[in-house]
């Protein structure tokens, strides 16, 4: 199952920020630079939101799931549908 989420630029980056510390990202042993995409490889809408689309697993991982429920009682972070995620999709990509 996939979740799907759009907050700020700011507030994404963020995010990232904090769980690449916690994670100990980079790490060079595994080749991974950090937990999360770079903003340039999500989709944005015209008002620079950030769309994110995640699996559900992920977000029960021990940080997320302490994370996301502030984030989304303070408005930081909205979950969305899948419609409204496609909506800003580039057109023919899946």
Known sequence: MIRYFRSAVAVYQGVCDALDAAY???????LTDRTLPLVGSLPTDETGRVYLAVSAEYCEFNL????????????????ITAEEYGAVLPQGAD
Not at 24 to 29: I, M
């Open 64 to 79: 997320p799931s302490e994370l996301l429920p502030q984030l989304l009682a303070s408005g930081q972070v909205e979950e």
């Open 24 to 30: 100990g990202y980079p790490r060079p042993e595994t």
